[in-house]
């Protein structure tokens, strides 16, 4: 009711501000940079802060994050299918990475530079972008945004949790996890939500935070674009190993016919 109403419009509120920090000339253009901004929005609200959009800006980064956000780089969306962000955070000296690469909808990958783990959300466009505005238009987040609630709690309940594991326990201390955060061990106990996103590490289950019904489906394919965080002898940042590009395996979100997707089999050619 009430409640849901102020959340609603904070929530538009917050990825209003990050549209309004936009550098001049790279508004989004695409549903997919639409939904790439709102992720890092997400990020935002839980004090992650965008240092770079590539690895030399992360390493010569502040290891200190600041109090407030800064507009994203120019070239924040340079790319039609893969936008790559680089935060801090105040709790942590850590770097993180979050990759949000368009397939049929968008993947999101993120991992730290002390982890090998990857902690992974797949998001349905459609079912959160519902308005791309033309050029010279004024981005309004009221028009451009739908269901902000369920997007809020997937990438906190499965990356913002995931990579600040602290964060978890002080926001349900403080009762101010709202709508955002996870509301019980059974809710989020392996479905995936009726609307547009699903979420998981690795070979692991699926995250329902909202408590929502479904049925039950595979979870994500383990390491899809792993090596795209951290291909082999190219990225320090994110610990490696995994054959740069896919390779033969398909370690990167270009994987292929040995990637567990196509059950391990199929031809090298």
Sequence with gaps: GQQQSAESNMNHKTIQA???RLPPGCPPKSEADALALAVHACLEMDGLRCVAIDEAGASTSEVRAS?????????????EDLFVFFYRHASSQEIFVVKCLLMDSLLVHA????SDDVHCLELRMSDFVQFVPPDGERPDAVKMYSDLEALL????VNIVFKLIPSLA??????GQQGSCGPKSDEAMGGVPTPGGWHGGEGAGGLRDPTGGGGHPTMPLVPDIGRSDLAPAGISPMIPGGLMPGGGIEGGGSMFGPRH???GGVGPLG
């Design 67 to 79: 109090a407030t956000p800064s507009p994203l780089p120019e070239g924040w969306n340079a790319s």
């Design 169 to 174: 326990s002080k926001l349900l201390a403080s």
């Design 260 to 262: 567990p997707a196509f």
């Design 18 to 20: 990050a549209l309004d």
């Design 153 to 156: 709690r997937a990438v906190r």
């Design 111 to 114: 991992a730290s530079d002390r």
